[in-house]
């Protein structure tokens, strides 16, 4: 089994920046692609963006420009810089992967347990 864990989230003036990491530990032979999701309150979960495991990264339209998708293959690690942040981005920000534990297993997704950004006006 597979598990990823978020840190980095937190308070932040709107304008200001904050940088998520997301490692993926446990049972892995590979990871395949890696994304940020985001729930603001009251509404449904939403992508913020994703990297491949080649590095194509691809990003919703709000946070293009804003927002850097990278990751790390050796140390199994995504990480999201948020710059020029708004009030708007405030939300639940959850790490996504798709995993396969053993060479001969199918590509499985897999969740972190989420970090706050808040961003005040």
């Known amino acids: 089994q597979a598990q990823l864990v978020e840190s980095g989230g937190g308070l932040v003036q709107a304008g200001g920046s904050l940088r998520l990491s997301c490692v993926a530990s446990?049972?892995?032979?590979?990871?395949?692609?890696m994304g940020w999701y985001r729930q603001p309150p009251g509404k449904q979960r939403e992508l913020v963006a994703t990297v491949s495991s080649v590095g194509y990264s691809n990003y919703a339209d709000s946070v293009k420009g804003r927002f850097t998708i990278s990751r790390d293959n050796a140390k199994k690690s995504v990480y999201l810089q948020m710059d020029s942040l708004k009030p708007e981005d405030t939300a639940v920000y959850y790490c996504?992967?798709?995993?396969?534990?053993?060479?001969?297993?199918?590509?499985?997704?897999?969740w972190g347990q989420g970090t706050q950004v808040t961003v005040s006006s």
């Open positions: 446990g049972s892995i032979f590979t990871v395949g692609n």
């Open positions: 996504n992967a798709v995993i396969k534990t053993v060479y001969n297993s199918p590509y499985s997704e897999y």
